[in-house]
């Protein structure tokens, strides 16, 4: 286990290799489960507590008790990650996650929950382009799931919607990201990125009752108001992304990106990063004491 990354899996340590779960797992035949994800910063974990506060309320949003306090959940995932950044390469930094499924199926019902917590390595490499580039959005015809359906605030294993929507993109454009419309034709999210725009020197995002409300949002709504940016949430559409003086998405793994255009279309300021999202970037970076914008640009 010293030369390999380790998980937690229903009560054990194990080496990643030999971490199993069931294939009667409802997480894996329905999508049944719920999970969380944060990152961190030359090592150290990004606002463990915040994530955990919304992995709990989707919990309680599908109804599964995962068997553990919240405390419990934050002691092991430290415990998996520590022994995991002994792993860590140069340069590099982990996704860290807790997975949690209603149970695995048997004749007489539920033996559940499945609970899981490990630690990924992050894409720089695959997406370092984006920070050099930015980002092109592109909006596919599905739409994303409504609240009437399946509330998106919830952070589910079911990513079918989304992965949809990626899969048409990438069949038009293979650098493409899908910038996903709620079905009142407002902009809405991509997989995993909330999207903010900037018009007059003023940012403004979608409500979080269409989109689930990222951490990395928060942040970035946070760093708005201590800058003295004006911000606002509210129903935005395709007229307003068109017409927009800069677009960026926010996320756990890219934390602040700018976007070179949307549908083909270009921001008004075309500079990667462009006045204001640099101004968030720097911001970001001061807040968790890592150039992440230079670590991606890094592995170029």
């Known amino acids: 286990m010293a030369t390999e990354r380790i998980a937690y899996v229903n009560g054990e340590m194990v080496p990643e290799s030999e971490a199993r779960i069931s294939i009667n797992d409802v997480g894996f035949l329905y999508g049944d489960a719920v999970f969380d994800t944060t990152r961190t910063f030359n090592g150290e974990i990004f606002r463990l507590t915040e994530h955990l506060d919304r992995f709990f309320r989707s919990l309680k949003y599908m109804r599964i008790d995962p068997g553990m306090t919240k405390q419990e959940m934050a002691d092991v995932t430290m415990k998996v990650l520590e022994h995991n950044l002994t792993l860590r390469g140069e340069n590099e930094d982990y996704w860290v996650s807790q997975r949690v499924s209603r149970g695995t199926r048997t004749p ?10 490990e630690c990924f390595p992050l894409p720089f490499k695959q997406r370092a382009p984006l920070y050099r580039d930015g980002m092109q959005m592109v909006t596919p015809s599905i ?22 929507a990626d899969l048409e993109v990438k069949a038009q ?16 999210e991509g997989m995993g990125a909330n999207i903010f725009i900037v018009r007059d020197g003023e940012i403004y995002t979608p409500r979080e009752q269409f989109i ?11 760093l708005a108001h201590e800058l003295a940016i004006p911000m606002h949430e509210t129903d935005l559409d395709l007229f ?3 017409t927009a003086d800069e677009i960026f998405v926010t996320s756990t793994s890219y934390c602040i990106v700018p976007v070179a255009s949307v549908n083909g279309t270009k ?28 670590q991606y640009l890094a592995h170029l």
């Open 108 to 117: 007489d019902g539920l033996s559940g929950p499945t609970v899981v917590m």
């Open 143 to 164: 739409r994303r799931t409504p609240p009437e359906a399946q509330s998106p605030r919830a952070k589910v294993h079911n990513y079918v919607n989304i992965v949809q």
């Open 173 to 188: 454009n293979p650098d493409g990201i899908a910038l996903m419309l709620d079905v009142n034709g407002n902009l809405c």
């Open 212 to 222: 689930l409300a990222g951490i990395s949002r928060s942040v970035a709504i946070e």
């Open 240 to 242: 307003d992304a068109y």
């Open 267 to 294: 921001p008004t300021h075309t500079g990667i990063p462009a006045p204001v999202t640099r101004r968030l970037m720097d911001a970001y970076a001061g807040l968790v004491d890592c150039d992440f914008e230079g």
